[in-house]
């Protein structure tokens, strides 16, 4: 299998998307993306043991620092990410360094955060090693932190040098993680693709046994479309948006579960499972498009229900507290069509309160 690579166009800040096996340990990958000597590899104490070594050896040539976080969404806070500000001035980091994100998601929004406010901002490089961080968070420069209030709720818009996303270190990814990824990958195919979505329902089964090539092929798609809409609308003023479907069903449902407890890919499949069934109740998708939708779910090893002791009222509650809130007015990604979604920002209260219910227990 060979290595591909993609661009996210941003005119002066273009960046690759270096997609395929074996290739974290390619220094020619770094070189042209690394303007000083110093750079610190922020990851975490699970992936550290997998991969750190070699990700060093790759960058020997350079100043190579170390930062190892604790592992797990409820560490995505201000104090754990205060730890990487600790290790960059005790090593007195100059404005020329480079921060490299070698880890999930939680790695690399904490990670490309410290990159934005470090000294104002400093460069950084994404080496995502879940499926979830290869097709999506590690794309398109969102970074950021939880706070107990609201997730993802303190950050900037980052963008990344490169993205070297290593499809082998998805061989010591635990089962449930890949699913997680699943759901985003299907989130593609749902606002964007309905072709993609027919393959990845004709392929669920090679993606969940790590068939190589089927997963090379669902993690350059995701990024093409992900590319393409972050070109189009980098700071999400309009369609970028689009790709949080699920999401503000599914960011309340992991603040109301405790973060951590339940996977963001997890509560995403829930969420986009909400959103179907809200988008039926206004007329946009039929029924059959519902029970696929769940089906895809089911088969991908995902949830379709959230926790029980979430009540319909704490969902709303906690659904308030979202990034596309508007002047008090809630806005949901919903879709139209199985490969089209749509915002919208008319959702009657006893609608969405009648979907909460349905998928409360
Ligand atoms: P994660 O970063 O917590 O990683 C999942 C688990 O897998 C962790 O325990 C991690 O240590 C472990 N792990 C990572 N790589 C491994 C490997 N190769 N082998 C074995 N174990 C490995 O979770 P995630 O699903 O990657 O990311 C979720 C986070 O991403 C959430 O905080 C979410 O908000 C964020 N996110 C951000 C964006 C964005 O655009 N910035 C988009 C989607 C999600
Ligand atoms: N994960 C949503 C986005 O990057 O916009």
Known sequence: ??????????????????????????????????????????????????????????????????????????????????????????????????????????????????????????????VPTTLLAQVDSSVGGKTGLNHPAGKNMIGAFHQPRAVIADTDTLETLPQRE????????????????????????????ELLARDPDALAHAIERSCEIKAHIVAEDEFES????????????????????????WLHGEAVAVGTCMAADLSRRIGWLSEADVRRIHHLMVCAGLPTQPPSQLSPERLLELMAVDKKVIGGQMRLVLLKMLGEAAINSDVQRDDLLATLSTHAS
């Open 178 to 205: 890949l699913s997680a990824g699943l759901a985003e990958v299907l989130k593609y195919g749902f606002i964007r693709d309905s072709a993609f979505l027919d393959w990845l329902e004709s392929h669920m089964a």
């Open 238 to 261: 309009g369609h970028r948006a689009l790709l949080n479907l699920g999401h503000t069903f599914g960011h309340a449902i992991e603040a109301g579960a405790g973060y951590g407890t």
């Open 1 to 126: 299998m060979m290595a591909k690579t993609l661009k996210v166009e941003l005119g002066t800040r273009d960046y690759p998307i270096h997609i395929g096996p074996g290739i974290f340990t390619d220094a020619e990958l770094y070189r042209p993306h690394i303007a000083g000597a110093q750079v610190m590899i922020v990851t975490n104490e699970t992936i550290a043991p997998l991969y750190l070594k070699r990700l060093r050896q790759t960058l020997s040539t350079f100043d190579v620092r170390e930062v190892v976080l604790p592992d797990g969404e409820r560490y995505k806070t201000l104090e754990v990410w205060n730890r990487i500000f600790d290790a960059l001035l005790n090593a007195r980091f100059a404005r020329d360094c480079t921060l490299v994100a070698l880890g999930g998601g939680v790695v690399g929004d904490m990670a490309g955060f410290a990159a934005a406010c470090y000294q104002r901002g400093v460069a950084f490089i994404q």
